[in-house]
Every structure is written in structure tokens, then in C-alpha cells.
């Protein structure tokens, strides 16, 4: 009996480590890297990454704190056109923060762009450009 009894706690723990992994969290975001004239428009969805790379059209930082507006970056590429990010201020109980959307697309509708849902994303800029405008 109590061979028996074993063997079902072994059988019973071998069927609970037999079980199917849970699925894994992908990774979700988008960015937008400046590195002087040039730019890359990043955006990863389900853990696949999608890259836009482009040229720097135009880079207007606003050092007032009171401006609703902090800066403005607008970047041209191959496949979407010319696009526009503005970071936006709000007053926060901790601090200001700072939200990149995408504002203006020439492009984005087109077929051999990829970046569908780059209006509807939060955006981080990173900007390692030598110049401040």
C-alpha cells in the first residue's frame, strides 16, 4: 500500500511539472533617437521591432518652463514622409513631466510605412545631438 500511495504522489507531481510554460510578457514601446542629422523612429510591438530611419528636418527646444510646448523634432524618412513629434508639459503633483507623441504625418498611410499606430503610442526622444537650439 503505501508503495502505491507513493508511486500516485509521484505521478500526481510529475503531471504538475509537465505542464505548459505561461507566456512570456513582450516587450511594447516606441522611441525616437536624434544623433545630430540624423534620426530613427523606432517602434516595438509584441516584441517585434519595427525602425524608420530618416534625416533631421528640423529641432526647436523651448527653455521656458511655462510653454506647453518643450520641444518639437521633425524627422523625414523614406517610407512614412515627414513626421512631427511634440513633447507636451504638464504639471504633475511630483514634478513636470514630459509625454512625445506623434502630431503630424505626411506619410504614415503609406504602404511601405510601418509605423501604423505611431499617433496612438507614447514616445520617448533620446537626443545625443552636439548642438542646443
Known sequence: MPKLLITCFLMGFLTGCAQPQLEQPQMNGAYLVIDDDQAWAVQVSDGIRIREQGVV???????????????SYVIETQNCG?????????????????LMHVHNQSGVDSHACQLGQAERRLWTVLDYSSHDS
Do not use: N, Y
Open 82 to 98: 515627414r513626421m512631427q513629434w511634440l513633447t507636451e508639459r504638464s504639471d504633475a503633483a511630483d514634478g513636470i513631466t514630459s
Open 57 to 71: 528636418v528640423d529641432v526647436i527646444k523651448s527653455g521656458s518652463q511655462g510653454a506647453t510646448v518643450a520641444a
